[in-house]
């Protein structure tokens, strides 16, 4: 009782809020690492010999580990039984040392001759690298959600995961907007180099970090993570599977997301060979859908809260998707004008539906199967973020070279995008789908969160 009544670590606004921070600094660190290879695929191609199917490989090769070896499952299980600190340090120390080994062998291994499995060897490191990179981030990805309803439970917890992911934002557009610039005045990789300094930063953040949070554990004494809320158990997938709403959601997640990540990884390539866009500043333009979410996932996330229509916005935000890839799929519109307002829109769409999508998935499922809930959905939605670009550079190489400029090749887009014009139909079916099983099965996702 006298407990209850002391003021803990997370009552204090600004100490929850500076929690906060320090993780979503580890996070932004993560998605710049995710998102900095790909404007570079050009310079890839000319610099170190990357064809496209390489590229594709590397590029699915985040979530290679994740599905094939079911890493993000195990990470539920890990966090569940060590707790956000240990499981936190874990994850970015992977992501550290995922970085370290693409870094070295896109530098110390770029004139190597042989191939491993038909793969030329500083391709196969560097996927197995950013495979590594890839564990680390989608498990640091589960645990900072779990460590943001820990801090922030009967207090501000759906706008922390909204500024989280926005922040998160923050570092994916940098990305995009400074690879081909740095990589132009000093080194390819220095990009790369560049983010495993912020994930050192980071990993540094994440022991800060730990020190609030043993804090914090001690003074609600008994350890949150080992109470029956949000742990990862086998009895609890098997209820999961069984909801109609999660194949809905998780499906949804599958296809909205293939087709938002793999396309902005070949954006920049798209903007400067179909539209002519100057390459210094197309990877700004491929990455402004991450900043439009940055500035309006919380705003959508804040219309969802008060007037609910989470299914709704879910439909508006797949039918957008298809305008805009079915847009960049015609060959005879090729004016830069209409490319950029396309990204916009893109950014719209990519802020709707994960405001609409994540906080969806708390009024599907009771808070001790959340955390498998989205440990599961990550799981799937990595399906995709797998095949989807290892489909798209092996179609590019295939079908789409269209001829050769100083030393790469130039290709014709018109393919990849009538395959994510085709996933965003997909995507708008099952939100389509998800909104009648919201009717029959009574989620409540039309409704509003505040009332
Ligand atoms: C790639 C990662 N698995 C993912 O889906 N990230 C989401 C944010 C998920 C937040 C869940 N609370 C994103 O939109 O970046």
Redesign the pocket.
């Known amino acids: 009782m006298k407990e209850q009544n002391l003021k803990k670590l997370n009552d204090s606004r600004a100490i929850r809020w500076g929690a906060l921070a320090i993780v979503a600094f580890t996070m932004m660190a993560a998605?710049y690492v995710n998102d900095v290879v790909a404007p570079l695929k050009t310079m890839l191609e000319t610099d170190l010999k990357w064809d496209s199917s390489e590229f594709g490989l590397f590029t699915g090769a985040y979530s290679f580990l994740n599905v094939f070896f079911l890493m993000l499952i195990w990470g539920g299980l890990i966090l569940d039984r060590f707790g956000i600190r240990f499981t936190g340090k874990l994850a970015t120390i992977l992501m550290v040392l995922g970085t370290g080994l693409e870094y070295y062998a896109m530098t110390g291994m770029a004139d190597a001759t042989g191939t491993i499995w038909g793969y030329k060897v500083s391709v196969f490191v560097a996927s197995a690298g950013y495979s590594v990179f890839g564990v680390g981030?989608?498990v640091a990805?589960i645990t900072v959600?779990k460590m943001i309803a820990k801090w922030f439970r009967g207090k501000e917890m759906a706008t922390a995961?909204g500024v989280?992911?926005a922040l998160?934002?923050v570092g994916s557009q940098a990305a995009y907007a400074v690879a081909i610039p740095m990589a132009r005045a000093y080194e390819i990789t220095t990009p790369v180099l560049v983010g495993l300094i912020c994930l050192i930063g980071g990993l540094i953040a994440f022991f800060a970090f730990s020190v609030l949070d043993k804090k914090l554990d001690r003074q609600i004494e008994a350890e949150v993570d080992n109470s029956p809320e949000e742990k990862f158990s086998f009895k609890d997938v098997a209820k999961i599977l069984s909801n109609p709403g999660f194949w809905l959601i998780a499906l949804l997640?599958v296809l909205f997301?293939s087709c938002v990540?793999p396309f902005q990884k070949f954006a920049s390539e798209l903007m400067i060979s179909k539209y002519g866009i100057d390459e210094s500043v197309a990877g700004f333009f491929a990455g402004l859908p991450a900043l439009g979410a940055l500035f309006l996932t919380p705003v959508f996330g804040g219309m969802v809260d008060k007037r609910g229509k989470a299914a709704s916005i879910m439909m508006l935000g797949a039918a957008m998707l298809i305008a805009v890839h079915c847009i960049y799929a015609l060959p005879f519109i090729t004016s830069s004008w209409i490319a950029i307002v396309l990204m916009i829109v893109l950014g719209i769409a990519f802020s709707l539906v994960?405001s609409a999508m994540?906080p969806s998935v708390a009024k599907i499922f009771p808070a001790h199967q959340l955390g498998t809930a989205?440990a599961l959905i990550?799981f799937i939605?990595?399906i995709g973020?797998w095949g989807i670009p290892t489909l798209i550079g092996i179609v590019l190489d295939k079908y789409c070279v269209v001829g050769k400029a100083n030393g790469a090749n130039l290709y014709d887009y018109t393919l990849p995008m009538c395959i994510f014009t085709g996933i965003a139909v997909l995507s708008l079916i099952i939100a389509f789908a998800l909104k009648v099983a919201d009717k029959k099965f009574g989620y409540k996702l039309e409704e509003a969160n505040i009332k």
């Open positions: 998605y981030a989608e990805g959600t995961m989280q992911v998160a934002r997640c997301y990540f994960p994540w989205y990550f939605q990595n973020l």
